[in-house]
């Protein structure tokens, strides 16, 4: 069973940073893409970023040009490093993954922006 492990959430003030890691349990290059999700009480789970095999990005609009997306295949990982924190950032950020024909979910890791 494939396991994704998010890490480095906590609080943090407006206008800070943080990065956020996830681990896999198997090599990334293995999946076809990997990407972060968040998820705010009340709202929708929203795509903040991925990262294709290829090493193509791709960012949510509220948050191009803040947060950065990458990966380090010797430690099976790949990052956000969130810049310019707003509260409206503040939310459980989740990692996924995606093979042929399966997907996996982290546990999720809170995110909160406040001052």
């Not at 956020?20 to 795509?47: N, V």
């Not at 609009?61 to 790949?78: L, P």
């Not at 995606?98 to 546990?107: C, F, I, N, S, V």
């Amino acid at each position: 069973q494939v396991q994704l492990v998010e890490s480095g959430g906590g609080l943090v003030q407006p206008g800070g940073s943080l990065r956020l890691s996830c681990a896999a349990s198997k090599s990334i290059f293995s999946f076809l893409f990997m990407a972060w999700y968040r998820q705010a009480p009340g709202k929708q789970r929203e795509l903040v970023a991925n990262i294709i095999s290829d090493g193509s990005t791709n960012y949510g609009d509220s948050v191009k040009g803040r947060f950065t997306i990458s990966r380090d295949s010797a430690k099976n990982t790949v990052y956000l490093q969130m810049n310019s924190l707003k509260s409206e950032d503040t939310a459980v950020y989740l990692c996924y993954a995606g093979e042929l024909a399966t997907t996996y979910w982290g546990q999720g890791t809170q995110v909160t922006v406040s001052s």
